[in-house]
């Protein structure tokens, strides 16, 4: 049991609470396929977790967005992930948005 790095995603994004913009943030993302999940042809990522990091450095709203619950991440290639910050400094968890 373990995983696969499957991609590795760079690039700016935006970063929702709800509905609401929060800010543009740079983003540094790895998908891992997970053995439980396995990904189908069509779709490597499906059954993926995905972790990184966004760049909060310097703002005020580090805390306001430790905060929500849904918090949304748009990828320059269109694709939605859903995540939580586990640290101050930036560092998430999440999943694609199916």
């Known amino acids: 049991m373990g995983r696969r790095l499957v991609e590795t995603l760079r690039g700016i994004g935006a970063v929702h609470a709800d509905e609401r913009l929060l800010r543009v943030a740079r983003y540094e993302l790895s998908v891992w396929s997970e053995d439980q999940g396995r990904p189908t042809d069509a779709d490597p990522t499906s059954g993926a ?50």
């Open 49 to 98: 977790s995905i972790d990184g990091h966004i760049d909060i450095t310097g703002i005020a709203e580090a805390a306001v967005l430790t905060g929500p619950d849904s918090l949304t991440l748009t990828l320059e290639d269109g694709r939605r992930l859903v995540f939580r910050l586990t640290s101050s400094g930036g560092r998430i968890l999440g999943r694609f948005v199916p």
